[in-house]
């Protein structure tokens, strides 16, 4: 008995020793990230977008806008973060009287990545890539004006359209500018950007390095890794344990008191376009009838679901526009929270006794936790709800698509993105032919003045008829080693300018 | 393996949604998503689909996966240089963990720190995985800064220790939890050794208890214990789904439930196609094992109890 358990005791101790032997050989390691500073630093970018492809055009999710506008890939046009749009790739453009003709010239002496020159005839092919019928781009419909592309010489493009668009510049600030040879563009890249992809770890991170022929200014870092993530908390753990210098979003506030109360850490509020929004279909009973809508949006309080969500983040909205939006206007008053006058509106509509309807719901956050709230809100005016979780994938087939659903909750990411409440077919089916008028108007518009009379217009009018239900404003939050400065704050549409940032010594 | 092709085939296509979804975004007209559909395939009914993928499985071709582009097989061959150590190496500390703390267990039954060992081990197995691995966060990687707390190094196993390093995590996750439920096992067959009739004829004939129990006992217990083993290190590759989650960690798990998200069936098939594949070859190996442990197992007949 005595013999064994020493032999055993023994046999125990030395896989202790031989265990406690390798963790302190492991821990001897230094970790691989590189944490010096200066000109050529490395920045570490940790984010829970990772794209599917490298191509915009096939479907690669918004993590690739992240990863590649304006770093890898460039457009004749830049969307800056404060919402404006300069040129880029152009160096000077045209417009005929009629608006039906531009003439851009290209900048001099830019080189794609592969060392080729820049043509007109990539711009050409890079435009066509994206309006041709394979294309996935969901940007495919705002370029239907083009009528035609030429090319007269290697640094002019003119471009053709059958009607006016005075958004044109702002549109094709979409369109990465590729080399017409390049080949595989869902697994490589040729663009002209400041940075050239420089190895991607499918599921785990992908790295580009600075572009020593680059063109324009040189990013004041050396190489860029954008990390990937599919849980928040190991996000904010890589954070925290500085294996990431940046978070692009930080998606829950609950994470944000462990950064904000740490000297180590910087946490910048920007400005976002994401909208959570719970859209009828208006196309069924009873949400074809505006007082149900208008009850709806009237029973619910917006500022305690957006405190109970996000604390003292994020901004209330009136409408689908953002404040960044220069067609913003105040319409948080329109319909604003009274529970009676929502009981007074349901019984003038004909539903005294309340109604019921079932929200499809995202299986992802904030969905969920907002549907229940809504379920309790609505309960107070005598209107149940009934909630059925679905995943992203579902959601696209059944309600995207087959517009099979009474009510929906969604996040709408995308800046400008009014012009949806002018498609009477799109999925939440609103149909004000005013409406229509005047965001197709505001296209044709001949000055941006003019776009912006219309387009308030159309917004204080989708207000009114309470089109969908919008519920806040996402905040935009941005949480980075102290060390580290010069990145963007507002991450409109998802883009991700690196060639600023700095990291100090 | 084809009925389990089959199943597969069939019980993915049950679930709602169209793997030409993820391809689209919001503000995609009609037209694009019918493209996609075309491209994916998710237009023709679904018999022509299996024929489709049966036509597939026959030439051993998985396909290319319908978000990324890249053929099933490569992408699979890349992650498992991750998921195959991973296992391996949670499975070997496992053992070592389980082995000497079972025996000890079963022979020390009586003393306190013997049930203590069960106790734990029976608190081990009633802890979810992922909240093992959040714990060893927590402590190891946030609190201590001793491991990183997630993710796999760029230049793979060409630095071997730094890949260690990093992987020093969720292999003590992993090791951790299975050897909770290999330690009961152990020290059920210890114990059933123990009481036999033939370690008290050995003991009878002279031998001293530490020596009956090393050269009777282990042999006679192993053999239970192997067939465990062999479930074991199963459940050990699909209990990666979950550990490569928490850590972040391109493997072979990532991609299922990347691939299942999407509906990106080539990629999902794949990988249970191949870990199906794996766990066979797993059970195999189990049972050459025992039969090399133990004669009796060699016989034609196979009398196998």
Known sequence: ?505 | MLIAAAVLFLLLRLLPGDPANALVSVGADPEQIEAARRQVGSDLPIGAQFVRYLGQLGSFDHGASFVSGVPVLEEIGRRLTLTLPLTALAFTCAILIALPLGILAAVKRDRWYGSLISVISQLGVAIPVFWIGILLVTAFAVKLRLFPSSGFPTSGWRDPLAALHQLALPILTIALVMSASLLRYVRSATLDVIGSDYLRTARALGAGYGEALVRHGIRNGAVPVISILGIELASTLLGAVVVERVFSLPGLGSMLLSGIEQRDYPSVQGVLFISTLLVLLVGFAADLAQRLVDPRLRGPSGGRS
């Not at chain 1, 949006?297 to 526009?321: H, M």
């Open chain 1, 1 to 505: 008995m005595t013999a064994l358990s020493a032999r055993a005791n023994r046999a125990h101790r030395s896989v202790l020793k031989a265990t406690t032997a390798a963790m302190l050989l492991l821990m001897g390691v230094a970790p691989a990230v590189s944490a010096e500073g200066g000109p050529d630093a490395t920045i570490s970018i940790g984010s829970l977008y990772e794209p599917q492809n490298l191509d915009n055009t096939a479907g690669a999710g918004q993590g690739i806008n992240e990863a590649f506008n304006g770093n890898v890939y460039e457009a004749l046009f830049r969307l800056n973060d404060d919402g404006s749009v300069s040129p880029s790739l152009v160096k000077d453009y045209t417009v005929s009287e009629d608006g039906l003709t531009y003439t851009f010239t290209l900048q001099p002496g830019v080189t794609f990545h592969s060392g080729d020159p820049l043509t007109s005839a990539d711009v050409k092919w890079s435009i066509e890539r994206v309006t041709s019928p394979d294309s996935k781009s969901s940007r495919k419909n705002s370029l239907k004006p083009i009528a035609s592309i030429e090319t007269p010489d290697d640094a002019t493009v003119v471009i053709k359209l059958s009607s006016r668009s005075i958004s044109l510049p702002y549109n094709l600030s979409y369109v990465w500018v590729i080399n017409d040879a390049a080949k595989d563009l869902q697994s490589t890249e040729d663009g002209t950007g400041p940075y050239a992809l420089d190895g991607w770890q499918r599921g785990s991170q992908l790295a580009v390095k600075r572009f020593d022929k680059y063109w324009g200014p040189k990013p004041e870092n050396g190489e860029v890794v954008f990390k990937y993530f599919t849980e928040a908390t190991a996000l904010n753990n890589a954070l925290l344990t500085g294996a990431v210098d940046i978070i692009t979003s930080v998606q829950s506030p609950d994470s944000l008191a462990q950064f904000k109360d740490n000297p180590d850490f910087t946490v910048a509020e920007g400005k976002s376009t994401t909208k959570l929004l719970l859209a009828y279909n208006d196309r069924v009973a009873p949400f074809d009838n505006v007082k149900v809508r208008k009850a709806l949006a009237r029973a619910v309080d917006d500022k305690k679901l957006l405190e109970a969500v996000w604390g003292e983040y994020g901004t209330l909205i009136g409408s689908f526009v953002p404040p960044t939006d220069p067609w913003y206007v105040d319409l948080t008053k329109v319909d604003a929270y009274d529970p009676e006058s929502a009981k007074a509106l349901l019984a003038e509509a004909g539903y005294p006794d309340g109604l019921t309807f079932t929200i499809d719901t995202p299986n992802y956050d904030p969905h969920p936790l907002a549907a229940q709230f809504l379920q309790g809100e609505l309960a107070k005016v005598g209107v149940k709800v009934n909630i059925n979780v679905i995943t992203a994938n579902e959601w696209y087939t059944k309600i995207y698509k087959a517009h099979d659903f009474q009510a929906t909750l969604q996040e709408h990411v995308n800046h400008r993105d009014i012009v949806f409440y002018g498609n009477p077919d799109f999925y939440w089916g609103y149909n004000n032919p005013k409406v229509v008028d005047l965001i197709k108007a505001s296209e044709e518009a001949k000055t941006v003045d003019e776009q912006t009379e219309k387009l308030k217009e159309a917004n204080i009018q989708i207000a009114e008829d309470a089109a969908s239900n919008w519920l806040y404003l996402y905040p935009q939050i941005v949480v980075s080693k102290k060390s580290v400065s010069g990145y963007p704050l507002n991450g409109l549409n998802s883009q991700f300018f690196a060639y600023g940032i700095k990291k100090a010594d």
